[in-house]
């Protein structure tokens, strides 16, 4: 069965500092890992999308890595703000890109 | 470019009770997604269209949910009759092609919060 794994599933950080975020998957074959995060009473957008051969890319202060040989990415956060208080989800789509597994997701508070 | 847009958004109703959600994808987009996100948890797929026909809908509890999009565009899903376990986000989602979905962005609505008393 497939699955998406996030950890942790809160975390609170002060502004200014990195975070990481974890996601486990086993979701197989792998075609492309997502980060989405979703604001408080939005729907999630997209933040990076990486495929197979990809193991970084960023998005302004957001990194994330992927190692497809161990499954695992990490979502970095560097120089947290305030507005980066979210849920942040990890979403993992098989081979033929016909089966989304989205993982629950990390809560991240920054706090002044 | 207009976003997905969803209504309402938030209802309130008792259990037995009927209701209805809106979708209005970004225009052009032929791919369009309803999934149900109870709180603390990641969304869960219910159905995707594929213009106006159904690609998945293997998770959607069919004996209560129903959705359609008759001519393509606009999408409604249905519950009836609702159960408490039904309270959640319903979000919609839409996608420009499904062909791309392996490197394809979907863009969510705002959702629409559901709670059954």
Not at chain 1, 88 to 95: E, F, Q
Not at chain 2, 50 to 68: C, H, I, M, T, Y
Request: aromatic fraction near 8%; glycine fraction near 8%.
């Amino acid at each position: 069965k497939n699955q998406v794994e996030q950890s942790p599933q809160s975390l609170i950080i002060l502004e200014g500092k990195n975070c990481t975020l974890q996601c486990n998957y086993t979701v197989s074959p792998f075609s492309n890992l997502r980060w989405y995060k979703q604001d408080t009473g939005r729907g999630p957008v997209s933040l990076t999308i990486m495929t197979f051969s990809e193991n970084t890319k960023s998005n302004g202060r957001y990194t994330a890595t992927l190692d497809a040989d161990t499954k695992q990415s990490s979502l970095h956060i560097t120089a947290s703000q305030l507005s980066d208080s979210a849920s942040y989800i990890c979403v993992v789509s098989d081979n033929a890109g016909n089966m989304l597994t989205f993982g629950g997701g990390t809560r991240l508070m920054v706090k002044p | 470019e207009a976003g997905v847009a969803q209504s309402p958004r938030y209802k309130i109703i008792e259990k037995r009770q009927s209701v209805a959600f809106w979708c209005n994808p970004i225009s052009g987009h032929a791919t369009l997604y309803w999934y149900q996100q109870i709180l603390g948890q990641g969304p869960k797929l219910l159905i995707q269209f594929q213009n106006n026909g159904v690609v998945d809908d293997s998770q959607l509890p069919k004996d209560r949910f129903s959705a359609e999009r008759l001519k393509g565009v606009d999408s409604t899903l249905k519950i009836q009759p609702a159960k408490l376990e039904d309270s959640a986000v319903y979000l919609c989602a839409s996608s420009l092609d499904l062909q791309d979905r392996g490197t394809d962005t979907q863009y969510f609505g705002p959702g629409t919060r559901l709670t059954v008393l």
